[in-house]
């Protein structure tokens, strides 16, 4: 079982009857200077571990401490009287994905496989990186841009705040996080900036390859 990929790690957790904070698949400062230490500290440190503590005491005591995280997410999404719990078991999965979709080893040309697949859905790998940019780029507010499979197709969608592919059938591949939290330290104002850098430099090809699958 690989427990990078955070669609296996929920049966580990659940056998620990609450919400583990998922380990960060690199050293913090492993992704400067386009991501900095100081960012990575604040984003999984602060952000991504607030969430899984507040899911933990959302969910005490109630049939949701059984539950895996997918199970959880798919069992609140689009029900009013469950977004906080929703809201946190979502972040908790889109910010272990979101480690994940990033390398000190990314960025550059994909691996074949994937090329062949972007090529056939988008044109080029230039035509992808173009449009799932101007979506991180557009998104109004915070949310998040994501490279995901649908009807055997690659396609960019944006989703806004929590909302993530996984409750809407979605197969995700990679995703950026636009939320301010993700760049402000390193770039302030200038998303495009982070974007385009993330994109260039860490984009980690490999997994969205292996989630392709
Ligand atoms: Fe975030």
Same mark, same amino acid.
């Given at each position: 079982? /690989? %427990?990078?990929? &955070?669609? #296996?790690?929920?049966?580990?957790?659940?056998?620990?009857?609450?919400?583990? %904070? &998922?380990?960060?698949?690199?050293?913090? #400062?492993?992704?400067?200077?386009? $991501?900095?230490?100081?960012?990575?500290?604040?984003?999984?440190?602060?952000?991504?571990?607030?969430? +899984?503590? #507040?899911?933990?005491? %959302?969910?005490?005591?109630?049939?949701?401490?059984?539950?895996?995280?997918?199970?959880?997410?798919?069992?609140?999404?689009?029900? @009013?009287?469950?977004?906080? *719990?929703? /809201?946190?078991?979502?972040?908790? !999965?889109?910010?272990? =994905?979101?480690?994940?979709?990033?390398?000190?080893?990314?960025?550059?040309?994909?691996?074949?496989?994937?090329?062949?697949? $972007?090529?056939?859905? =988008?044109?080029?790998?230039?035509?992808?990186?173009?449009? =799932?940019?101007?979506? @991180?780029?557009?998104?109004?507010?915070?949310?998040?841009? !994501?490279? $995901?499979?649908?009807?055997?197709?690659?396609?960019? +969608?944006?989703?806004?705040?929590?909302?993530?592919?996984?409750?809407?059938?979605?197969?995700?591949?990679?995703? *950026?996080? +636009? !939320?301010?939290?993700?760049?402000?330290?390193?770039?302030?104002?200038?998303?495009?900036?982070?974007? /385009?850098?993330?994109?260039?430099?860490? $984009?980690?090809?490999? =997994?969205?390859?292996?989630?392709?699958?």
């Amino acid at each position: 079982m /690989n %427990l990078t990929d &955070p669609s #296996n790690t929920s049966d580990v957790l659940r056998a620990a009857s609450s919400i583990v %904070l &998922p380990p960060l698949p690199y050293a913090e #400062n492993a992704l400067e200077p386009v $991501i900095s230490a100081k960012t990575l500290s604040f984003h999984y440190g602060k952000h991504h571990k607030a969430y +899984v503590d #507040n899911l933990n005491k %959302l969910i005490s005591g109630t049939d949701y401490s059984d539950l895996s995280l997918e199970e959880i997410i798919k069992g609140t999404a689009g029900r @009013a009287e469950r977004a906080a *719990i929703f /809201n946190n078991a979502a972040q908790i !999965w889109n910010h272990s =994905f979101y480690w994940n979709s990033l390398s000190l080893k990314g960025g550059g040309e994909p691996p074949a496989a994937l090329k062949h697949q $972007i090529e056939a859905s =988008f044109g080029s790998v230039d035509a992808f990186k173009k449009e =799932f940019a101007a979506a @991180a780029i557009s998104h109004f507010g915070s949310g998040w841009a !994501w490279l $995901i499979l649908e009807d055997g197709k690659l396609k960019v +969608v944006k989703t806004a705040n929590a909302e993530d592919p996984l409750t809407t059938g979605k197969k995700p591949l990679l995703t *950026i996080d +636009v !939320w301010e939290h993700a760049y402000y330290l390193d770039y302030q104002n200038r998303r495009p900036d982070y974007v /385009n850098a993330a994109l260039d430099k860490l $984009i980690n090809w490999e =997994f969205a390859l292996q989630n392709l699958g």
